[in-house]
T-cell receptor, first 109, second 114 residues
Framework: TQLLEQSPQFLSIQEGENLTVYCNSSSVFSSLQWYRQEPGEGPVLLVTVVTGGEVKKLKRLTFQFGDARKDSSLHITAAQPGDTGLYLCAGGSNYKLTFGKGTLLTVNP | GAVVSQHPSWVICKSGTSVKIECRSLDFQATTMFWYRQFPKQSLMLMATSNEGSKATYEQGVEKDKFLINHASLTLSTLTVTSAHPEDSSFYIC??????????FGSGTRLTVV
């Protein structure tokens, strides 16, 4: 069974601060995805990374995929209250997604 | 873009009754759909993989007779929670895949069993 360890599990910060969320596994994934989920809604895809060492930027969000394709990080610069939500990493293998436990981010004004 | 519609968005049912949840791919054909369960402030747990025209593949610990999955067409998969009990109350989410990089999720169904 492939497992994804995500940390931290909870994060509460002030507006304007930076933060990093980590996603680690002992398994290699063919792709890794990051999602953001609002309460009562399904997850919304933020990014997919497939190449070891890949870095993708989405406005204030920077995503990295480890060289060995076993880990990833999400860095948010100058967090805003609108960034509040549950951030989930998910590893893809054989058409199935394995989700990390999620990071519940709260950005306080 | 790919859209997955899930219905109903919420349902309340009495203990012992059955509830059907629908998952439709609106603008693409999905030979494979996935059903997840999510408890409050927790991550998504894969319940089963729904394959069009064949039996679903259930994850370890998921009762196939309890959670009936039917994928009769390329755009519709249904999950029926049979003889529901309060412990089945949860947030159920489906997703469909267009390619290995393209998963789209439904908006979820909040099931409350009273």
């Amino acid at each position: 069974t492939q497992l994804l360890e995500q940390s931290p599990q909870f994060l509460s910060i002030q507006e304007g601060e930076n933060l990093t969320v980590y996603c680690n596994s002992s398994s290699v994934f063919s792709s890794l995805q990051w999602y953001r989920q609002e309460p009562g809604e399904g997850p919304v895809l933020l990014v997919t990374v497939v190449t070891g060492g890949e870095v993708k930027k989405l406005k204030r969000l920077t995503f990295q995929f480890g060289d060995a394709r076993k880990d990833s990080s999400l860095h948010i610069t100058a967090a805003q209250p609108g960034d509040t939500g549950l951030y989930l990493c998910a590893g893809g293998s054989n058409y199935k997604l394995t989700f990390g436990k999620g990071t519940l981010l709260t950005v306080n004004p | 873009g790919a859209v997955v519609s899930q219905h109903p968005s919420w349902v309340i049912c009495k203990s012992g009754t059955s509830v059907k949840i629908e998952c439709r791919s609106l603008d693409f054909q999905a030979t494979t759909m996935f059903w997840y369960r999510q408890f409050p402030k927790q991550s998504l747990m894969l319940m089963a993989t729904s394959n069009e025209g064949s039996k679903a593949t259930y994850e370890q610990g998921v009762e196939k007779d309890k959670f009936l999955i039917n994928h009769a067409s390329l755009t519709l998969s249904t999950l029926t929670v049979t003889s529901a009990h309060p412990e089945d109350s949860s947030f159920y989410i489906c997703s469909a895949i267009q390619s290995i990089r393209g998963y789209t999720f439904g908006s979820g169904t909040r099931l409350t069993v009273v």
